[in-house]
Nanobody
Framework: QLHLSESGGDSVQAGGSLTLSCVAS????????MGWFRQVPSKGREAVAT????????YYADSVKGRFTVSRDYAKDGLLLQMNDLQPNDTAMYYC????????????????????WGQGTQVTVSS
């Protein structure tokens, strides 16, 4: 079973930057879609950014386009999320996720379609 571990969450001021890192227990390139999701209390997990098994064009939520950049970390078989110009409404628990797509196909659009999850890392942005 694939294991994912996130790090990099912190408390920052509005306008600041953070980089989240997700390390996988095995090679994910060519086999797994990977993505970042976030969740605030009383709400479901929303997709922030996802990449296909062969990278390609990432998906970004409208709320983060132009501020966040997702990329595969080939050295650590993982995923990075560079977050710039952070705003208070970016405050959430951020989760790394993976879903196998060895034979191709689109990445799941909803969190319910992803089966491997990390434990989460907290990002808090103060105004």
């Amino acid at each position: 079973q694939l294991h994912l571990s996130e790090s990099g969450g912190d408390s920052v001021q509005a306008g600041g930057s953070l980089t989240l890192s997700c390390v996988a227990s095995e090679n994910t390139y060519g086999r797994y879609c990977m993505g970042w999701f976030r969740q605030v209390p009383s709400k479901g997990r929303e997709a922030v950014a996802t990449v296909g098994r062969l990278a390609g064009s990432p998906y970004y939520a409208d709320s983060v386009k132009g501020r966040f950049t997702v990329s595969r970390d080939y050295a650590k078989d993982g995923l990075l999320l560079q977050m710039n110009d952070l705003q208070p409404n970016d405050t959430a628990m951020y989760y790394c996720a993976a879903e196998e797509r060895f034979y191709g196909g689109a990445c799941p659009s909803d969190a319910s379609g992803w089966r491997s999850w990390g434990q989460g890392t907290q990002v808090t942005v103060s105004s």
